[in-house]
């Protein structure tokens, strides 16, 4: 599904403070299948995380979605590319304050068009599904750690992708709420998705859900299992 | 290549608007605060632009019923009256078809604290002891026909005159302080002898002569001075550009401060844009659609204060007659105590100020958003 070969993603790059934060990865996440980055603060899981998503672009190396080579493409195919195929579900959540849960939920589908009445029957089913429905009046800033989330994946979701990429989802919630979280990632990737988590929390890569752990140090790869 | 899809694209336009309207929505204050600002500087410059304007229309009404040539006397320097005989000298000369005698004067009107310009007409069709009397003055000093019009005569003896009609007219600049009344009434007010006039006026009905005529009265009668219609015009022009030339000097003084203002908050992007542009590129928007959203709020905001600030303008100068503006612009306020523009709008005038304040305020939204648009949207998860 999505293959990075020799990938590097150097900051400051020519600088003093020059860092690579990812360094040399090559990695294939397979389709429908849930894949777990983890490693210590600061091993380069948000880089790699970020590159895969194609939110950056690597400072060298070349990434592949589905056949699709993305390295190369130019800024407008890459956004094109980032609403259609992938979905993001941030640490904290990014709902855009001001704005209702349904309309957050209702973002990403802005810049493509289509019926505003299905756009706002998709979005609903979808709060609906993760049980915030009744909440879809409520402005982002007034909704608690576990429904922010809910409205975060309802957003990932509404453009329908094959990828949903998840940073430390788990991070602002208790145990109860993070393992229903993996329930529902086990139901996205029944549907057929591929799920892609930067995660240290045991909770996620211990789940039974995981397929893949993917253990990173440094920005390189040093473990993966199975 | 992008292939444009219309129906899609204007699709996108309408979420891309309505995610403007409650962007905007969620910052009322702020924007409220902007746009009224922005209003009152639209204000300010098109009540100059259209007052101006409509004074101009006036003038040059004025100037449509004015005498080809007028003759005055100059003694010392200062008109006037001039000798009758020479209205016949005159009408002798080559190219001057007719030459009358006028007689007109100012008199200030003490309780109506107004100046009333007194005027005998070619055929006054009142009786002697009766003036018609032009809307401004009926309204100032309250006199409707029939009544009596008391006048403080040169001598110092009142003489109660009788306000036989008032007369409108194509243009208040014109009538509004218009007393007219006959000859021997005007004489004995202001003690006129029989053989004096107040000045001559000239009927030259080929335009190409009137220089000529102009030249050979100078030279004929050296104490006299003509006065052409175009320079009247002229002279009108220069009073009025010059006003409001100073005027629009320090309204567009305080539109670029303004723009100073108005751009320094726009680059200074809030830490809160900046983020919820970071989240929406990270949720898949193009840099365009970003920047789409920006120009939408930029002309939203500048065009409702283009909208309001023009409307508030039309009001100001047509219906109340300019309050703010007359002790500036109105150099003639003691001659013209009060009247109504005849209300205009002039589509260049109206295109100018547009193009003057809509489209650089929606530039100056847009361009600083560029530089947060078109970095990587993975700066968002880090934050
Ligand atoms: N924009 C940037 N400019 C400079 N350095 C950066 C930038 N982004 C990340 N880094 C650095 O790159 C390294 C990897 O960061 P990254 O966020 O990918 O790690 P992480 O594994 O996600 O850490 P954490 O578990 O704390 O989230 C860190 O040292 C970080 O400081
Ligand atoms: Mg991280």
């Known amino acids: ?226 | 290549m992008k292939r444009l899809h219309i129906p899609t694209w204007l699709e996108r336009q309408r979420y891309l608007l309505d995610f403007t309207l409650s962007s905007l929505g969620r910052r009322k204050g702020k924007n409220l605060a902007l746009t009224a600002l922005y209003a009152m500087v639209v204000f300010g410059l098109a009540s100059v632009l259209m007052y101006t304007q409509a004074l101009r229309g006036e003038a040059m009404r004025i100037l449509e019923g004015a005498p080809d040539v007028v003759v005055q006397r100059m003694v010392a320097g200062r008109h006037d009256l001039i000798p009758a005989d020479r209205v016949e000298r005159l009408s002798r000369i080559r190219g001057v078809q007719e030459a009358r005698g006028r007689l007109w004067g100012y008199y200030y009107d003490a309780s109506a604290k107004a100046n009333l310009t007194f005027l005998v007409p070619e055929k006054f069709w009142g009786k002697a002891g009766e003036v018609v009397i032009g809307e401004g003055v009926a309204r100032t000093r309250l006199a409707a026909p029939g009544e009596p019009f008391p006048v403080l005569a040169s001598d110092g003896s009142v003489v109660i005159l009788k306000v036989r009609e008032t007369v409108p007219s194509p243009s208040e600049l014109v009538s509004t302080d218009l007393v007219l009344l006959s000859e021997p009434d005007f004489r004995r007010l202001f003690g006129v002898p029989p053989d004096l006039y107040t000045d001559i006026a000239l009927t030259v009905p080929n335009e190409k002569e009137v220089p000529m005529v102009a030249a050979k009265i100078r030279g004929q009668m050296p104490d006299s001075r003509p006065i052409t219609r175009a320079e009247i015009a002229r002279t009108y022009e220069a009073i009025l550009d010059w006003r409001s030339g100073l005027v629009v000097l320090v309204l567009a003084a305080a539109l670029l401060s303004f723009g100073i203002v108005a751009w320094d908050k726009a680059s200074g992007l809030s830490a809160d844009e900046r983020r919820e542009i970071g989240i929406l590129k990270a949720i898949g928007w193009d840099t365009s659609e970003v920047l789409a959203v920006k120009a939408w709020e930029g002309a939203v905001i500048s065009l409702s204060a283009f909208l309001v600030g023009l409307l508030l303008a039309y009001v100001h100068v047509f219906v109340t007659s300019a309050p703010l503006l007359t002790p500036v612009l109105k150099g003639w306020s003691t001659l013209y105590p009060s009247f109504r523009l005849t209300p205009t709008l002039n589509p260049f005038l109206v295109s100018t100020l547009f193009l003057l304040t809509v489209v650089p305020y929606t530039v100056a939204t847009v361009v600083p958003a560029w530089r947060a648009a078109t970095t990587d949207p993975d700066a968002v998860m880090r934050s």
């Open chain 1, 1 to 226: 599904m999505i293959r990075l070969q020799d990938v590097r993603r150097v900051f400051h790059q020519g600088r003093p403070d020059e860092l690579v934060a990812v360094d040399g990865v090559s990695l294939h996440i397979e389709g429908a299948k849930v894949t777990v980055l983890r490693g210590p603060s600061g091993s380069g899981k948000t880089s790699l995380l970020a590159l895969v998503g194609c939110m950056a672009r690597p400072t060298s190396g070349r990434i592949h979605v589905g056949d699709r080579e993305v390295t190369s493409l130019p800024e407008h195919f890459l956004a094109e590319v980032r609403r259609r195929t992938f979905g993001f579900v941030f640490q904290q959540f990014h709902l855009v304050r001001g704005l209702t849960a349904l309309e957050n939920v209702m973002l990403p589908a802005y810049p493509l068009g289509g019926s505003r009445k299905a756009l706002v029957i998709r979005a609903q089913g979808l709060l609906d599904r993760f049980g915030v429905g009744s909440r879809s009046r409520a402005r982002a800033d007034w909704l608690s750690g576990g429904e922010a989330q809910r409205v975060a994946i309802a957003r990932a979701l509404v453009n329908d992708p094959q990828v949903i990429v998840a940073d430390e989802p788990t991070a602002h919630l208790d145990s109860k709420l993070s393992a229903g979280f993996m329930d529902l990632v086990a139901a996205l990737r029944d549907e057929g998705r591929t799920v892609v988590i930067a995660s240290h929390d045991p909770i996620v890569h211990d789940s039974t859900v995981v397929d893949r752990v993917v253990t990173m140090r440094d920005g390189r790869i040093v473990g993966e299992e199975p």
